[in-house]
């Protein structure tokens, strides 16, 4: 044991329950986080080219991206309560190694999320020059993964913690770290990948309207999506070839999970390809929504592997909650009824069909 | 407990928490309170058929959505992030004990977020009963998040009896949970209130300004009569050692109720000018009303904070993140592997002062508060911080640290003091 680790506190359930709940919500963070980082950098790239179809498609995609980021920030939180929950205990001191840039994470979004708000109401300040603006909040959406990924490789690498020694304030990132580039690379081409699907779904669902919106859309979507989920293989091996060797053997055989799970997500990967290929976005996106799960599964066998010796789940006191663990079971049940309601009601059509040209909005409004 | 510190003496890890603290609880308690005004307007102006009443309802919908998804959840996750970065030991203790409390909470935040880009969405497409009912929705989530948060804090405030980390029922409804959650509530209504206020002083429509001012004063009004028992309420039922604290033995309380007094007299001069004469608040009355809005809260959270020291869980955890249970006079340095040999003097001050002194910083300043002391005169004091300052947690370490860190100090002092 690293005598700077510091002591882990009773966990309130089993392990295998409280990593399950994270492996629940750390999938769906990082759909929705691509979602957005993906989707903006797609926003910035028509509205560079500015056809008249990228001029009809930019307001549309920019409507869901405050949205998008609301859920990867309340996803996020979940992600984060469970990981601390795990391992506290690595968790915490990486984050205070680097404490000036992990704090800078919240400025960093609350621009961003004012910046997207902006730009969906169509600010005059913004109509003239978007790009700008878009630069800026994807400049800053890249900046806070690139955070997140120095803080989880330093939660790793018990060796850097010793840099504490010599600077105590806050500014330690984990350069030196060789799996920290090709990690961070991983998940920014993961998330331009599922931009481009993302877009091509929307284009799905404007092609009911406006069919050659619609097929513009999926087109450029899901070129977007092939070209990156290629490339992905290129980074994925890099990142691979960087790990620890002792960490790397837990992937390529040494452990089954792990052998089971690179497996898996290669051929999810070469089936993408072809779904792509096929221009069958929904498929596409069952698929994708399956390879995050096991690219999550992937990745706590990598962080078991690296903490080796140091993070022993078995031996972790356990104080089970049970009646705080059923108190949110029931909320969770109840408030996914309350969510399926709420979407349902987004989705009804208006109940405000026009029925004169002369009628105002508020008139409208007020027959219902 | 072994953790590292986040060492920038000059700011100092307590000024960054309260910084964001201060801007969350503002817009958080907006956020709760918010939701209820909207649901009024909305179900008042559909009632009546008063379009001007709806129209407003619908652009302050989206003052709402903006400022309270934008600057009220990311300083809340900012809290957590300070906290997690000052108070180790404090955050991972109370996540450990109430991880599904926080569990359930974040179901609530989504059902917030969701409900509320829902019906800012929906406002021209659905019935008005699906539609309030969407709002009804947003106000009961964001009020049992208010719920569940409630009783983590002031758990860390008045645990009461409970030992065991297994038991979180006991510890969530602690001795302060009602009257907190009274008190809070009043205030979502009062602040929520005053931003109502706000918007409709910015409004063109004088007459709808001036009917919602007063609405929005009489709300306010009835907020801040019904916190006055919820106050006595809470005082009633803190433990002796910090209710003293709360009544005078603690300077930074004192100062900061010396802020909240003036507050709250313009509050409520404010709410019944409101009343009587809508038409006098326009814009600067109105911001007015928001800023002695944000010192009443921000004076409220300063002092629930000031009462707690010298813990930041009460009875177990010192706001230096020492356990209370550890031996007073075992060396502890050589206990503590994340300090250096090298300069002990500086290493005393970061693990067991600077949680809650700065150094030159602003902040209670240590050099202010140590100038014309000694080394020796110092080191006496040192030896009983304790008990001649009930809200500082005791020195832990053997004679020799304590010389040391006096030493150190009225180094820092003389160097501190050359301009």
């Known amino acids: 044991m690293n005598v700077l680790v510091p002591t882990a506190e009773a966990l309130p359930a089993g392990w295998p329950l409280l990593q399950g709940l994270l492996l629940l919500v750390f999938p769906l963070h990082l759909l929705a986080m691509n979602g957005l980082l993906g989707t903006t950098a797609v926003v910035l790239l028509i509205r560079r080219r500015n056809r008249p179809l990228d001029r009809a498609l930019a307001p549309r995609l920019t409507a869901s991206l405050p949205i998008l980021m609301a859920l990867t920030i309340n996803l996020g939180v979940a992600s984060l309560l469970f990981s601390q929950t795990l391992y506290g205990q690595f968790f915490y001191p990486a984050a205070i190694l680097m404490g000036r840039y992990w704090l800078a994470i919240i400025p960093l979004l609350m621009t961003a999320y004012a910046g997207l708000y902006m730009l969906d109401a169509d600010l005059a300040v913004f109509r003239s020059r978007p790009l700008p603006a878009l630069c800026l909040i994807l400049a800053l959406l890249l900046t806070v993964p690139f955070f997140f990924t120095n803080q989880q490789t330093t939660m790793l690498d018990l060796t850097h913690w010793r840099a504490y020694f010599s600077e105590d304030g806050g500014s330690l990132l984990n350069l030196k770290d060789p799996t920290v580039w090709p990690r961070y690379l991983h998940f920014m081409v993961a998330a331009m990948a599922v931009g481009g699907l993302f877009t091509a779904l929307t284009g799905r669902r404007l092609g009911r309207r406006n069919p050659p919106l619609g097929a513009y859309a999926e087109r450029i979507g899901l070129r977007l999506f092939s070209r990156m989920t290629l490339l992905q293989f290129g980074i994925g091996i890099l990142f691979l070839w960087q790990l620890p060797q002792p960490v790397r053997w837990f992937i390529l055989g040494g452990s089954l999970t792990g052998g089971l799970l690179l497996v898996a997500a290669s051929g999810i990967a070469l089936a993408m390809l072809a779904c792509a290929a096929q221009r069958l976005p929904g498929l596409c996106t069952v698929l994708l929504v399956m390879q995050v799960f096991v690219m999550s599964g992937l990745r706590e066998v990598v962080r078991h592997a690296s903490l080796a010796g140091q993070l022993l789940p078995a031996n972790m006191p356990v104080l089970w909650q049970n009646g705080a663990l059923l108190l949110f079971a029931t909320v969770l049940l109840a408030g996914v009824a309350v969510l399926v309601w709420l979407t349902r009601q987004a989705m009804r059509p208006p109940a405000t069909a026009v029925i004169s040209e002369t009628e105002s909005e508020d008139d409208r409004a007020m027959r219902l | ?419």
């Not at chain 2, 991880?99 to 909470?105: N, S």
């Not at chain 2, 949970?177 to 063109?204: D, N, Q």
């Open chain 2, 1 to 419: 407990m072994n953790y590292p510190v986040w060492y920038i003496p000059s700011i100092g890890g307590g000024t960054i928490i309260a910084t964001i603290a201060i801007i969350h609880v503002f817009i958080s308690h907006f956020a709760v309170g918010g939701g209820f005004w909207l649901v009024l307007l909305e179900g008042c102006a559909r009632h009546r058929r008063d379009r001007p009443l709806y129209r407003f309802t619908r652009n302050f919908a989206r003052f709402f959505l903006f400022a309270t998804l934008v600057c009220g959840a990311l300083t809340g996750v900012g809290i957590w992030f300070a906290i997690s970065l000052v108070q180790p030991s404090g955050t991972s203790a109370l996540i450990h004990r109430f991880v599904f409390v926080w569990a359930a909470e974040w179901v609530l935040f989504l059902v917030e977020i969701v409900s509320i880009i829902v019906y800012l969405h929906t406002f021209d497409r659905l019935s008005s009963r699906r539609h309030l009912a969407i709002g009804g929705i947003y106000c009961a989530a964001s009020w049992l998040s208010l719920f569940a948060i409630n009783g983590i804090i002031t758990f860390m405030l008045t645990p009461g009896a409970v030992a065991r980390q297994g038991e979180v029922f006991s510890a969530f409804f602690n001795p302060t949970f009602f009257p907190s959650l009274l008190l809070r509530t009043c205030l979502a209504i009062l602040l929520s209130g005053l931003f109502v206020t706000a918007v409709a002083a910015f409004s063109k429509d004088r007459p709808l300004a001036r009917r919602l001012i007063r609405i929005a004063g009489a709300g306010c009004l009835v907020a801040l009569g019904a916190a006055l028992p919820a106050v006595f309420w809470y005082l009633k039922n803190l433990p002796a050692p910090v209710r003293t604290l709360v009544e005078g033995a603690s300077p930074t309380i004192v100062r900061s109720l010396a802020v909240a007094r003036p507050a709250a007299a313009i509050l409520s001069v404010g709410a019944l000018l409101a009343l009587w004469r809508p038409g006098r608040i326009g814009k600067p009355a109105a911001m007015i009303g928001l800023a002695a809005g944000l010192l009443l809260m921000g004076s409220f959270e300063w002092t629930r904070e000031a009462a707690r020291r010298p813990y930041v869980l009460q009875g177990s955890i010192y706001s230096n993140g020492q356990r209370a249970d550890r031996p007073l006079k075992e060396p502890f340095l050589s206990s503590t592997p994340w300090s250096k040999s090298t300069e002990p003097g500086r290493e005393l001050f970061k693990f067991q002062c600077y949680a809650c002194h700065t150094l030159g910083g602003i902040n209670n300043d240590i050099l202010q508060r140590t100038q014309g002391m000694d080394a020796p005169a110092l080191e006496a004091y040192i030896s009983q911080l304790h008990a001649i300052r009930p809200f500082m947690p005791p020195f832990i370490g053997s004679p020799d640290e304590r010389r040391d860190l006096a030493v150190w100090l009225a180094n820092q002092q003389r160097s501190g003091s050359k301009p």
